[in-house]
């Protein structure tokens, strides 16, 4: 099993872009989520998806935007980027309580 | 919100040294989990310990529910050690968000 993996690992935009960032899961996971890690600080949860085709909001959900079409597959969308979001984004997914995240996308708004 | 708080901040070894860190926590949780971010910014997932104890080669957790904290034993410790150790809580249902404490920075020297 693969885990969660995401894509892109490495990113650079200028302000005013858009991007989506890819999560996938093969482990059969209902719940997915989105958090975000900033310099020398824990993660923070953007949005959170419960099932396919649901999403909800999480503690920083300002200026981004989600998908769940497909079970295993979680967007996360930035319409127009800001230099605030520079950030290290992780997907996690879940069955019930334990997170598994995956490897983490290094995002830099210039 | 529920508040979570790790010590010590900073954490200095010699390889081969045992160290304890802890994590307070303000609420009943459902979850609690370990992790290590290790120097290329991974999340390992250690352990999924909600209450009572659990081992894994030189590491141990201890989660005393009633008293809400966790401890993360480390033994013999490893240049490969290294990194940030995070604690994560959730409280309420599955598909909620886990809080991160601020994390503990440990550096094994050899």
């Known amino acids: 099993n693969a885990g969660v993996t995401q894509t892109p690992k490495f990113r650079v935009l200028k302000t005013g872009q858009s991007m989506t960032l890819l999560c996938a899961q093969d482990?059969?996971?209902?719940?997915m989520y989105w958090y975000r890690q900033d310099p020398g600080m824990g993660l923070r949860l953007i949005h959170y998806?419960?099932?396919?085709?649901?999403?909800a909001k999480g503690e920083v959900p300002d200026g981004y935007n989600v998908s769940r079409l497909k079970k295993q597959n979680f967007l996360l969308g930035l319409e127009s980027a800001a230099p605030s979001q520079t950030s290290v984004y992780f997907c996690?997914?879940?069955?019930?309580?334990?997170?598994?995240f995956g490897p983490g996308t290094r995002l830099t708004v210039t | 919100g529920i508040q979570v708080e790790q010590s010590p901040p900073d954490l200095i070894l010699q390889e081969g040294a045992n160290s304890t860190l802890r994590c307070n926590f303000s609420?009943?949780?459902?979850?609690l989990q370990w992790f290590h971010q290790n120097p290329w910014g991974q999340l390992i997932n250690l352990f999924y310990?909600?209450?009572g104890t659990k081992q894994n080669g030189r590491l141990s957790a201890t989660t005393v529910a009633t008293e809400r904290y966790s401890l993360l034993y480390i033994s013999s410790s490893q240049t490969t050690d290294s990194g940030v150790y995070f604690c994560?809580?959730?409280?309420?249902?599955?598909?909620?968000?886990?809080?991160f404490g601020g994390g503990t920075r440990l550096m094994v020297k050899p």
């Open positions: 994560a809580v959730l409280r309420g249902s599955a598909g909620n968000m886990l809080t």
């Open positions: 996690a997914s879940s069955r019930t309580f334990e997170q598994y």
């Open positions: 998806s419960v099932g396919e085709g649901t999403t």
């Open positions: 310990i909600p209450s």
């Open positions: 482990m059969n996971h209902e719940y």
């Open positions: 609420d009943s949780v459902n979850n």
